[in-house]
């Protein structure tokens, strides 16, 4: 089998974690289907990122160019493009993020190439790519395989495949890309960061966290209390922000905040795999749901499955009656 | 022209701000509207949300989520009609619900209204559940499925999914069978009986529901209907002959009524308890029914039956109605209606709370836990009162 | 501006707590589900709906699938579309890229100056097909569009990335754009809408008014099977009556030092 490329992001001037886990997964893949695993790293100055993906890499195509400087995904569908048919690695590697959901698709078309999105699994098998995707609201798994071609693209489920520690020292080779379109009719306005007006629920210690299930924004002030009652903050899951009940800073999830409570109460929360991924890391998690299919019970240590609205004015005063004991 | 223009827009400015729409029974308080009784602010009465109707007609005041929820918080409980002095109160109620109206057509309600309304339009009942879920109640018991009896027993949505209420929806049926009534439940194939659509402004949905639930009811050749819930009765009795739906409907207190004074039911047994009896609005206000749960509990030996200060037609809506037992918009505080009832009946005594509507005896069953009553005071069905005094439970 | 919303039909699963595999083992029981439109399509089509109310224009809803779909087209319509076209092919679970084909192919003959899709859809979530489309058709494209404003040749988005930041973006028309939930507040759809948006003809197109022969939609995956996940250990569940089980709780999170 041909090499298979990774192609790494990088955030807030560092590696992401979501390429280390693409590139531990891609380290896997390439031994046991003993090839060659060629990262790729594309930005306005790579260095310090060449030398952290030749851990894992036998090879890094670091690519320059001073216009890389932008998020614009454009650039890199061009870059990967060129390389890829240069190269015709079997299989390109990346992780699902939001710069995934705007280069892969065109890439794909551009390359006339399978794209698979989203898995939880990839492995080889008898030199045929088989990939594991979650479908039905995590219900459901799709194994798939593809139709003979000389390269697949996958992007991997953030927060899926374990980062393993890279060893290796990976030739770099360097390029410096010339970048002759100018893209002119997308035009890269800035950053909003998120404003921190209120509440850092990183830092809290217990979260009370309310799904789309509390019905009415009326309803949080319960979870509310409950939180008072055990030292800690509310916070939710995305629905909550959509519905604009509470201000996104209290999101947590993949497009939110990812948080490490010593409690992590979910209350109403279905458990679906965006927001799980946000507090995967909780010492302690709980959960309240009325529906007992529902994932979160998959990751909560303990549950409850019943009606919120009775379960949790009881549990208030319950907790009040053991603290005064 | 919507409804609110053509029919109500000219008379809408005649309300007086007298406040009797909050009247309870005497001017200690002007408390018996039960979104007043929750916010404490005009806004929340019948007569604030008319002068908001009228100021947004005009153009005064534009929508909001704010405005809706006003007008959403609304439980169609008719304390306002039967208490307000003037002649256009036959109206008052509809004004509100017009307006409502008007926010469905133009798609700008509460979301957790939009919830409750599309799931009935996918799953035939609030909360989402499905449809071959309905049926599940009934596991355990020997109740049919409808097949030409007597009596059709029609459950609702409350009864089919709730849990709380699931066991009234099976005690009243062992009541029955008991009395060797012959009945029969449509099961899964039972559909929203539309009240609560009706109330909440969606018009066409309830006109579908009545349209399907009356040719279902043909269909099966069902022509008399006993009901669980007195919204389902209010909608049956009321609103189902306009499309050709004239049913013989009973709500079940008036069944039980009648069952215990043929002999059918024995009740002799009987029970000791201070139970005092909630008039639930759609069987009361809306039907004038307030007697029937009454002979039923006192025929029963060794009951004492105690009245609360507001009964009858003045009796406080446990805040469910309107479709609030899902919207929940006069929940959490002790404002919240259903639990000053819950104190009211504790005041004056009674360990029973008696209801006779799934709608409120969820309402209460939260309240009373919410208040810490639940050594002292416990909220029972009339069935399930009914189903101890002939030693069934 | 002319603007175009591609939408789906999906299954409703969220509830759902037991789903089945059928007998195919490629596709699930559907007895017992309710159909609706994919979320993050609705939000899209709020989105165009609100475009056009402010600058006029026109709206076109479009889908690929079987005659069941007209529900959708309906709610399309009774939302604030104009027209609606539905492609008579079932592609519920189809490569993406064919889906792309055909939609790129009905695009390309109307006037669009914006195309609207959802983010991803709720069965399969593969996030490809918008994008997938924008190349088909040569037009700049942006996916995970949180916010949006459009003026006569161009629209100003911001796009979500990871940990709530945004990128945004002023792109040039004609563009395509995936609409990410919470954009907006979809409004309801009453029955009434709905009823009068029945009265309106569906304009429904073969393969072949398209130009385009089965033969040239090749798959370029495979659905092996479909599995249900491994239970693992899950949560350890406390039972009983909400009193017990809310007692219980409490007392599990005195023991763990929580308070």
């Known amino acids: 089998m041909s090499s298979i490329f990774v192609m790494a992001e990088h955030r807030n001037q560092a590696l992401a974690d979501i390429s280390l886990q693409m590139l531990s997964k891609g380290r896997q893949l390439a031994d046991q289907a003993q090839t060659e695993l060629l990262a790729v790293v594309i930005a306005k100055d790579t260095t310090g990122y060449a030398e952290e993906v030749a851990k894992w890499a036998d090879r890094v195509i670091a690519v320059k160019n001073d216009r890389l400087e932008e998020p614009l995904a454009e650039p890199y569908q061009k870059i990967l493009a ?22 892969a698709p065109p890439l794909s078309v551009e390359l006339e190439v399978p794209l698979a999105t989203d898995c939880t699994d990839i492995s080889v098998q008898n030199g045929d790519v088989i990939v594991t995707r979650s479908i039905h609201n995590g219900k459901v798994n799709a194994i798939y395989s593809f139709a003979p071609c000389n390269t697949v693209i996958i992007t991997g489920r953030v927060g899926e495949f374990p980062i393993e520690e890279g060893n290796r020292h990976g030739q770099i080779e360097e390029i410096d890309f010339p970048l002759e379109e100018e893209f002119s009719y997308k035009k890269f306005e800035g950053y909003v960061a998120q404003e921190v007006r209120g509440v850092d629920i990183t830092q809290a210690e217990v979260l009370v966290s309310v799904g789309r299930g509390i019905k009415e924004k009326e309803n949080i002030e319960m979870a509310q209390q409950l939180a008072e009652a055990l030292g800690g903050e509310v916070s939710c899951s995305r629905p909550v922000v959509d519905y604009g009940w509470l201000p996104s800073e209290r999101q947590v999830g993949l497009s939110g905040k990812t948080v490490k409570p010593k409690l992590y109460l979910a209350i109403a929360v279905s458990g679906a795999f965006q927001h799980v991924v946000g507090m995967k890391s909780a010492k302690m998690t709980v959960a309240i749901n009325k529906d007992a299919g529902a994932p979160i019970f998959k990751v909560a240590d303990f549950g409850i499955v019943d009606d919120l609205f009775k379960i949790v004015p009881i549990l208030i005063k319950k907790i009040a009656e053991l603290k005064d004991r | 022209m919507t409804l609110l223009d053509y029919k109500y827009a000219d008379t809408i400015h005649r309300c007086f701000r007298c406040g009797y729409c909050k009247f309870p029974v005497n001017w200690m308080d002007v408390n018996n509207c039960p979104a007043y009784a929750r916010f404490r602010m005009e806004t929340y009465s019948c007569g604030g949300r008319l002068w908001l109707i009228r100021a947004w007609l005009s153009g005064e005041i ?35 619900i017009a307006a409502k109206s008007e926010m469905v057509e133009s798609g700008r309600i509460p979301s957790s209204v939009k919830e409750f309304l599309e799931n009935i339009q996918r799953q035939g009942n609030p909360y989402g559940h499905s449809r071959v879920k309905r049926g599940e109640w009934m596991e355990g018991t020997e109740i049919e499925p409808y097949q030409g009896h007597d009596l059709l027993y029609y459950v609702g949505c409350v009864g089919s999914y709730d849990d709380r209420a699931q066991e009234v929806a099976r005690m009243l049926g062992k009541v029955l069978q008991k009395a060797r009534v012959s009945f029969g439940v449509l099961g899964n194939d039972e559909n929203c009986d539309g009240n609560e659509v009706s109330k909440l402004g969606e018009e066409t949905l309830f006109e579908m529901l009545v349209e399907e639930n009356v040719a279902q009811f043909k269909k099966l050749g069902i022509q008399k209907v006993v009901t669980l819930s007195p919204h389902s009765y209010n909608a049956m009795k009321n609103d189902y002959p306009r499309f050709n739906g004239s049913f013989d409907v009973m709500h079940y207190t008036q069944l039980l009524k009648s069952l215990i004074s043929d002999g059918r039911l024995d009740v002799s047994a009987g029970f000791d308890a201070v139970v005092t009896y909630h008039d639930p609005c759609f069987l009361g206000r809306w039907n004038n029914e307030y007697e029937a749960a009454r002979n039923v509990i006192t025929a029963i030996p060794g009951i004492q039956l105690i009245e609360m200060e507001r009964n009858r037609d003045s009796t406080l809506c446990c805040g469910g109605g309107g479709g609030n037992f899902y919207i929940d918009l006069l929940g959490g505080s002790e404002r919240s209606p259903a639990r000053i009832r819950a104190r009211e009946a504790h005041a004056i005594g009674a360990r029973i709370l008696a209801v006779a509507c799934p709608n409120c005896l969820t309402m209460f069953e939260d309240a009373v836990k919410a208040e810490g009553l639940e050594e002292e005071l416990v909220v029972r069905d009339v069935s399930e009162i009914v189903a101890e005094a002939c030693g069934i439970m | 501006m002319d603007i175009i919303a591609c939408i789906k039909r999906v299954p409703d699963t969220s509830e759902a707590d037991a789903i089945k595999i059928d007998g195919s083992q490629r596709d699930i029981q559907k007895s017992g589900l309710a159909f609706k439109i994919n979320d993050w399509d609705e939000y899209a089509l709020e989105a165009a709906v609100q475009i056009k109310e402010k600058l006029g224009g026109t709206l076109t809803a ?19 579309a104009d027209t609606s076209i539905r492609i008579d092919r079932d592609v519920a679970s189809e490569d993406p890229h064919i889906v792309a084909l055909i939609l790129k192919t009905v695009i390309q003959r109307l006037p669009h100056d914006l195309v609207l899709f959802g983010a991803q859809s709720e069965d399969f979530g593969s996030g490809q097909l918008g994008a997938m489309v924008a190349e088909m058709l040569g037009i700049p494209h942006a996916t995970l569009v949180v916010s949006l404003e459009a003026g006569e040749n161009k629209v100003h988005i911001s796009r979500e990335l990871e940990a709530g930041t945004l990128e945004s973006y002023m792109i040039g028309l004609p563009a395509l754009l995936t609409i990410h939930t919470g954009i907006n507040q979809p409004r309801y759809i009453s029955l009434g809408g709905i009823k009068r948006a029945m009265k309106e003809e569906l304009q429904v197109m073969s393969l072949n008014d398209l130009g385009l022969s089965v033969d040239m939609l090749v798959p370029m995956m495979k659905l092996e099977r479909l599995e249900l996940p491994l239970q693992g250990k899950g949560a350890e569940l406390i039972t009983g009556t909400p009193e017990e089980a809310a007692e219980q709780l409490a007392k599990t999170l005195k023991g763990a030092g929580i308070f």
Not at chain 3, 71 to 79: G, K, T
């Open chain 2, 62 to 96: 534009d929508w909001s989520n704010h405005l809706a929820e006003i007008l959403y918080s609304c439980t169609a409980c008719k304390n306002c009609e039967v208490k307000c002095p003037l002649r256009f109160n036959v109206d008052i109620l509809n004004m509100i």
């Open chain 3, 62 to 80: 479009v889908t690929v699938g079987h005659q069941e779909w007209n529900d959708i087209l309906r709610r399309a319509l009774a939302m604030g």
């Open chain 1, 82 to 103: 060129l390389l890829t048919k240069e190269r015709r690695p079997k299989i390109v590697l990346m992780g699902h993020t939001s710069l995934a959901m705007d280069l």
